[in-house]
T-cell receptor, first 113, second 109 residues
Framework: SAVISQKPSRDICQRGTSLTIQCQVDSQVTMMFWYRQQPGQSLTLIATANQGSEATYESGFVIDKFPISRPNLTFSTLTVSNMSPEDSSIYLC??????????FGQGTRLTVV | KQEVTQIPAALSVPEGENLVLNCSFTDSAIYNLQWFRQDPGKGLTSLLLIQSSQREQTSGRLNASLDKSSGRSTLYIAASQPGDSATYLCAADTDKLIFGTGTRLQVFP
């Protein structure tokens, strides 16, 4: 298993500003994943973050809007840039252990006003 | 393109009932199928992981089955309790996790 600490747990932000979400894992992992869960929806993968290389973004997500850092094997950040109310969602980070089982952080509940 | 569907979307039952939650997927070429629980506004808690070569997994009152050929998985919850109230999500792993839209379960005393 893996224990993932994600913060902040929630935030209310003004439109046009940026928020950086942090994710810390209790063990070294090759890949970390960032998801978005819009209100009433299921999870959508934003990007996959590997240490030492640029993140790989899914269709519909771009680096300028969601820059990701992965400075080491236990830590990653996701920034939501130039926020609008449409960015109000729960953002979650995730890792795979043993290459198969996924574990998630507790999520960051973002409200943009 | 993998699509994952969960039925029912919502379920409300009295305490003590045995429940079956359904998950179907369109592409049978999956590595595994994972069930999660999500409490309101929170992250996901892994419940059970079924590898593609397995047919079922059990943990306490939970049992999950997998039928790849028919593209189906079921989560069986025995003797439901109010503490089981949450949204249950399944996810099919085909290089990346594709999530269903979830079943919102309410168990009342």
């Amino acid at each position: 298993s893996a224990v993932i600490s994600q913060k902040p747990s929630r935030d209310i932000c003004q439109r046009g500003t940026s928020l950086t979400i942090q994710c810390q894992v209790d063990s070294q992992v090759t890949m970390m994943f960032w998801y978005r869960q819009q209100p009433g929806q299921s999870l959508t993968l934003i990007a996959t973050a590997n240490q030492g290389s640029e993140a790989t973004y899914e269709s519909g997500f771009v680096i300028d809007k969601f820059p990701i850092s992965r400075p080491n094997l236990t830590f990653s950040t996701l920034t939501v840039s130039n926020m609008s109310p449409e960015d109000s969602s729960i953002y979650l980070c995730s890792v795979l252990t043993g290459g198969t089982e996924a574990f998630f952080g507790q999520g960051t509940r973002l409200t943009v006003v | 393109k993998q699509e994952v569907t969960q039925i029912p979307a919502a379920l409300s039952v009295p305490e003590g009932e045995n429940l079956v939650l359904n998950c179907s997927f369109t592409d049978s070429a999956i590595y595994n199928l994972q069930w999660f629980r999500q409490d309101p506004g929170k992250g996901l808690t892994s419940l059970l992981l079924i590898q593609s070569s397995q047919r079922e997994q059990t943990s306490g009152r939970l049992n999950a089955s997998l039928d790849k050929s028919s593209g189906r998985s079921t989560l069986y919850i025995a003797a439901s309790q109010p503490g089981d109230s949450a949204t249950y999500l399944c996810a099919a792993d085909t290089d990346k996790l594709i999530f269903g839209t979830g079943t919102r379960l309410q168990v009342f005393p």
